[in-house]
Antibody, heavy 119, light 112 residues
Framework: QVRLQESGPGLVKPSGTLSLTCAVSGGSISSGNWWSWVRQTPEKALEWIGEIYHSGSTNYNPSLKSRVSISVDKSKNQFALKVTSVTAADTAIYYC????????????WGQGILVTVSS | DIVLTQSPDSLAVALGERATINCKSSQSVLYNSNNKNYLAWYQQKSGQPPKLLIYWASTRESGVPDRFSGSGSGTDFTLTISSLQAEDVAVYYCQHYYGTPLTFGGGTKVEI
Protein backbone atom coordinates (compact mmCIF):
# COMPACT_ATOMS: atom_id res chain seq x y z
CA GLN A 1 0.00 0.00 0.00
CA VAL A 2 1.41 3.37 -0.98
CA ARG A 3 2.28 5.80 1.80
CA LEU A 4 2.91 9.51 1.52
CA GLN A 5 4.79 11.69 4.00
CA GLU A 6 5.09 15.46 3.92
CA SER A 7 8.12 17.27 5.28
CA GLY A 8 9.38 20.82 5.47
CA PRO A 9 9.44 23.92 7.68
CA GLY A 10 6.41 24.55 9.83
CA LEU A 11 6.99 28.29 9.97
CA VAL A 12 7.56 30.65 7.03
CA LYS A 13 7.97 34.41 7.14
CA PRO A 14 5.59 36.65 5.19
CA SER A 15 6.80 37.32 1.63
CA GLY A 16 9.00 34.24 1.87
CA THR A 17 8.79 30.91 0.03
CA LEU A 18 7.05 27.83 1.36
CA SER A 19 8.83 24.62 0.35
CA LEU A 20 7.51 21.14 1.09
CA THR A 21 8.43 17.64 -0.01
CA CYS A 22 6.27 14.53 -0.25
CA ALA A 23 8.05 11.19 0.01
CA VAL A 24 6.26 8.26 -1.60
CA SER A 25 6.85 4.76 -0.25
CA GLY A 26 5.30 1.38 -0.97
CA GLY A 27 5.01 2.22 -4.64
CA SER A 28 6.70 4.05 -7.48
CA ILE A 29 6.04 7.67 -8.28
CA SER A 30 6.31 6.54 -11.91
CA SER A 31 3.38 4.14 -11.47
CA GLY A 32 1.09 6.01 -13.82
CA ASN A 33 -0.74 8.05 -11.20
CA TRP A 34 -0.77 11.79 -10.85
CA TRP A 35 0.30 13.37 -7.54
CA SER A 36 -1.35 16.36 -5.94
CA TRP A 37 -1.03 18.95 -3.23
CA VAL A 38 -4.16 19.94 -1.29
CA ARG A 39 -4.34 22.39 1.58
CA GLN A 40 -6.83 22.84 4.40
CA THR A 41 -7.33 26.25 5.94
CA PRO A 42 -7.89 26.86 9.66
CA GLU A 43 -11.58 27.20 8.74
CA LYS A 44 -11.40 23.59 7.43
CA ALA A 45 -11.92 24.46 3.77
CA LEU A 46 -10.08 22.17 1.34
CA GLU A 47 -8.30 23.69 -1.67
CA TRP A 48 -6.60 21.79 -4.48
CA ILE A 49 -3.26 23.40 -5.32
CA GLY A 50 -2.07 21.37 -8.29
CA GLU A 51 -0.82 18.03 -9.57
CA ILE A 52 2.16 16.50 -11.32
CA TYR A 53 2.92 13.40 -13.40
CA HIS A 54 6.25 11.59 -13.27
CA SER A 55 7.08 13.05 -16.69
CA GLY A 56 6.97 16.51 -15.11
CA SER A 57 3.65 17.55 -16.64
CA THR A 58 1.69 19.74 -14.24
CA ASN A 59 -1.76 21.25 -13.72
CA TYR A 60 -2.28 24.12 -11.30
CA ASN A 61 -5.23 25.83 -9.68
CA PRO A 62 -5.49 29.17 -11.52
CA SER A 63 -6.06 30.92 -8.19
CA LEU A 64 -2.52 30.03 -7.13
CA LYS A 65 -0.77 29.41 -10.45
CA SER A 66 1.33 32.57 -10.42
CA ARG A 67 2.91 31.64 -7.09
CA VAL A 68 3.06 27.83 -7.18
CA SER A 69 5.38 25.28 -8.71
CA ILE A 70 5.35 21.51 -8.30
CA SER A 71 8.30 19.34 -9.25
CA VAL A 72 9.15 15.64 -9.20
CA ASP A 73 12.35 13.78 -8.32
CA LYS A 74 12.01 10.24 -9.62
CA SER A 75 15.39 9.18 -8.23
CA LYS A 76 14.16 9.95 -4.71
CA ASN A 77 10.55 8.86 -5.36
CA GLN A 78 9.25 12.20 -4.17
CA PHE A 79 7.62 15.37 -5.36
CA ALA A 80 7.76 18.92 -4.05
CA LEU A 81 5.76 22.11 -3.69
CA LYS A 82 6.92 25.70 -3.69
CA VAL A 83 4.70 28.66 -2.96
CA THR A 84 6.25 32.09 -3.29
CA SER A 85 5.32 35.46 -1.77
CA VAL A 86 3.37 33.85 1.06
CA THR A 87 0.98 35.73 3.34
CA ALA A 88 -1.01 34.77 6.40
CA ALA A 89 -3.70 33.48 4.02
CA ASP A 90 -1.34 30.65 3.07
CA THR A 91 -1.39 29.32 6.64
CA ALA A 92 -2.86 25.83 6.35
CA ILE A 93 -2.33 22.13 6.70
CA TYR A 94 -0.72 20.96 3.48
CA TYR A 95 -1.44 17.45 2.26
CA CYS A 96 0.09 15.48 -0.55
CA UNK A 97 -2.18 12.93 -2.19
CA UNK A 98 -2.33 10.41 -5.01
CA UNK A 99 -4.76 11.00 -7.87
CA UNK A 100 -6.23 7.84 -9.29
CA UNK A 101 -6.53 9.55 -12.66
CA UNK A 102 -5.36 12.91 -13.97
CA UNK A 103 -7.51 15.53 -12.30
CA UNK A 104 -9.42 12.85 -10.45
CA UNK A 105 -10.14 11.73 -6.93
CA UNK A 106 -7.59 11.04 -4.21
CA UNK A 107 -7.25 7.54 -2.81
CA UNK A 108 -4.18 8.02 -0.63
CA TRP A 109 -3.21 11.01 1.50
CA GLY A 110 -0.26 11.97 3.65
CA GLN A 111 -0.85 12.87 7.28
CA GLY A 112 -0.44 16.56 6.49
CA ILE A 113 1.93 19.24 7.73
CA LEU A 114 0.87 22.50 9.35
CA VAL A 115 2.58 25.51 7.83
CA THR A 116 2.16 28.84 9.60
CA VAL A 117 3.05 32.10 7.91
CA SER A 118 4.16 34.55 10.56
CA SER A 119 7.03 36.86 11.36
CA ASP B 1 -14.89 27.15 -11.21
CA ILE B 2 -17.50 24.61 -10.13
CA VAL B 3 -18.93 25.48 -6.72
CA LEU B 4 -20.11 22.63 -4.51
CA THR B 5 -22.59 23.55 -1.80
CA GLN B 6 -23.15 21.05 0.97
CA SER B 7 -26.11 20.90 3.31
CA PRO B 8 -26.64 20.87 6.14
CA ASP B 9 -23.51 22.35 7.71
CA SER B 10 -23.93 19.94 10.59
CA LEU B 11 -26.35 17.31 11.80
CA ALA B 12 -26.84 15.20 14.89
CA VAL B 13 -28.10 11.67 14.38
CA ALA B 14 -28.86 8.96 16.92
CA LEU B 15 -26.85 5.78 16.84
CA GLY B 16 -28.37 3.36 14.37
CA GLU B 17 -30.33 6.05 12.57
CA ARG B 18 -29.86 7.34 9.00
CA ALA B 19 -27.71 10.34 8.14
CA THR B 20 -28.18 12.15 4.83
CA ILE B 21 -25.76 14.72 3.44
CA ASN B 22 -26.40 16.73 0.29
CA CYS B 23 -24.01 18.21 -2.25
CA LYS B 24 -25.23 20.54 -4.97
CA SER B 25 -23.01 21.50 -7.89
CA SER B 26 -23.14 24.84 -9.69
CA GLN B 27 -23.04 22.95 -12.98
CA SER B 28 -23.56 19.37 -14.08
CA VAL B 29 -20.68 16.98 -13.40
CA LEU B 30 -22.25 14.26 -15.58
CA TYR B 31 -20.02 13.49 -18.56
CA ASN B 32 -22.42 12.43 -21.30
CA SER B 33 -19.93 10.41 -23.33
CA ASN B 34 -19.51 7.81 -20.56
CA ASN B 35 -22.60 8.59 -18.45
CA LYS B 36 -20.44 8.99 -15.33
CA ASN B 37 -20.79 11.60 -12.61
CA TYR B 38 -17.40 13.04 -11.70
CA LEU B 39 -17.98 13.33 -7.96
CA ALA B 40 -16.31 11.82 -4.89
CA TRP B 41 -17.02 11.79 -1.16
CA TYR B 42 -14.53 11.84 1.72
CA GLN B 43 -14.68 11.35 5.47
CA GLN B 44 -12.34 13.32 7.71
CA LYS B 45 -12.01 12.45 11.37
CA SER B 46 -10.45 14.87 13.82
CA GLY B 47 -6.70 15.19 13.36
CA GLN B 48 -6.62 12.92 10.30
CA PRO B 49 -6.43 13.46 6.55
CA PRO B 50 -9.53 12.94 4.43
CA LYS B 51 -10.36 9.33 3.58
CA LEU B 52 -11.94 8.37 0.26
CA LEU B 53 -15.38 6.81 0.62
CA ILE B 54 -17.09 7.06 -2.77
CA TYR B 55 -16.10 7.91 -6.36
CA TRP B 56 -18.09 8.12 -9.60
CA ALA B 57 -20.82 9.40 -7.25
CA SER B 58 -21.86 5.91 -6.15
CA THR B 59 -18.90 3.49 -6.29
CA ARG B 60 -17.73 2.55 -2.82
CA GLU B 61 -13.98 2.45 -2.26
CA SER B 62 -12.58 -0.94 -1.29
CA GLY B 63 -12.90 -1.54 2.45
CA VAL B 64 -15.59 1.09 3.04
CA PRO B 65 -18.56 -0.33 4.99
CA ASP B 66 -21.70 -0.84 2.96
CA ARG B 67 -23.68 1.44 5.28
CA PHE B 68 -22.13 4.26 3.24
CA SER B 69 -23.79 4.89 -0.11
CA GLY B 70 -23.73 7.65 -2.71
CA SER B 71 -26.46 8.63 -5.12
CA GLY B 72 -27.52 11.39 -7.46
CA SER B 73 -26.70 12.67 -10.91
CA GLY B 74 -26.01 15.90 -12.74
CA THR B 75 -25.99 18.60 -10.09
CA ASP B 76 -27.54 16.97 -7.01
CA PHE B 77 -25.86 14.28 -4.95
CA THR B 78 -26.39 12.56 -1.62
CA LEU B 79 -24.20 10.63 0.78
CA THR B 80 -26.21 8.35 3.05
CA ILE B 81 -25.06 6.56 6.17
CA SER B 82 -27.77 3.98 6.64
CA SER B 83 -27.14 3.17 10.30
CA LEU B 84 -24.86 5.61 12.06
CA GLN B 85 -22.09 4.14 14.17
CA ALA B 86 -20.02 5.94 16.79
CA GLU B 87 -16.95 5.73 14.55
CA ASP B 88 -18.76 7.68 11.80
CA VAL B 89 -18.48 10.95 13.72
CA ALA B 90 -16.54 13.10 11.27
CA VAL B 91 -16.74 15.85 8.70
CA TYR B 92 -17.78 14.74 5.22
CA TYR B 93 -16.74 16.49 1.99
CA CYS B 94 -17.78 16.13 -1.62
CA GLN B 95 -15.30 16.86 -4.43
CA HIS B 96 -15.80 17.15 -8.17
CA TYR B 97 -13.26 16.10 -10.79
CA TYR B 98 -15.14 17.36 -13.85
CA GLY B 99 -12.16 19.34 -15.05
CA THR B 100 -9.74 21.57 -13.20
CA PRO B 101 -9.59 23.26 -10.83
CA LEU B 102 -10.80 20.45 -8.63
CA THR B 103 -12.96 21.85 -5.87
CA PHE B 104 -14.48 20.60 -2.62
CA GLY B 105 -17.70 21.29 -0.80
CA GLY B 106 -17.57 23.15 2.48
CA GLY B 107 -18.08 20.04 4.58
CA THR B 108 -20.84 18.60 6.77
CA LYS B 109 -20.15 17.73 10.38
CA VAL B 110 -21.90 14.59 11.61
CA GLU B 111 -22.35 14.12 15.34
CA ILE B 112 -24.16 11.68 17.59
Amino acid sequence: QVRLQESGPGLVKPSGTLSLTCAVSGGSISSGNWWSWVRQTPEKALEWIGEIYHSGSTNYNPSLKSRVSISVDKSKNQFALKVTSVTAADTAIYYCARDIIRGGWFDSWGQGILVTVSS
Amino acid sequence: DIVLTQSPDSLAVALGERATINCKSSQSVLYNSNNKNYLAWYQQKSGQPPKLLIYWASTRESGVPDRFSGSGSGTDFTLTISSLQAEDVAVYYCQHYYGTPLTFGGGTKVEI
